[in-house]
């Protein structure tokens, strides 16, 4: 019970303030404004629709717990990228928001949503369906 509630806490406090990292690139691409860095040499458009994904979409799920372990790794991905590539040689006070994330995301990765998710829903939803057959 009380990892579960923790998992919640957890889930809806980082992706919601993920999220709002994310609503901002969403609002630039909705704009049709294409400035954005480009650590990986996607080009600046593809690097901010991917990290728009990740940061909003994919916090999204991660929030409401639907496919929280794949959900999580776009997150994941992009705090990786945001923390070695994009602030790689700034000092760790610049960077440690991004590594934040990543972290909490890494560990969402691994431990999955919790029984407070629609995965755990939709899940028992699933086993009482295959016991009625």
Excluded at 9 to 14: D, E, K, N, S, V
Excluded at 86 to 106: I, M, R, S, T
């Amino acid at each position: 019970m009380n990892r579960d509630l923790g998992l919640l806490i957890l889930r809806a406090g980082a992706g919601v303030l993920m999220m709002s990292h994310g609503w901002g690139k969403v609002m630039r691409l909705a704009s049709g404004s294409s400035e954005f860095a480009d650590p990986l040499g996607l080009g600046p458009l593809p690097s901010l629709a991917l990290a728009a994904f990740a940061e909003f979409l994919c916090a999204l799920l991660v929030v409401v717990g639907w496919k929280t372990v794949w959900a999580a790794l776009p997150v994941v991905v992009t705090m990786a990228v945001a923390a070695f590539v994009a602030h790689g040689p700034d000092p760790l006070q610049d960077k440690e928001l991004a590594l934040v994330y990543l972290v909490v995301f890494v560990a969402l990765a691994f431990t999955g949503a919790g029984r407070w998710s629609l995965d755990e829903q939709w899940s028992r939803r699933g086993r009482k369906r295959a016991r009625a057959r």
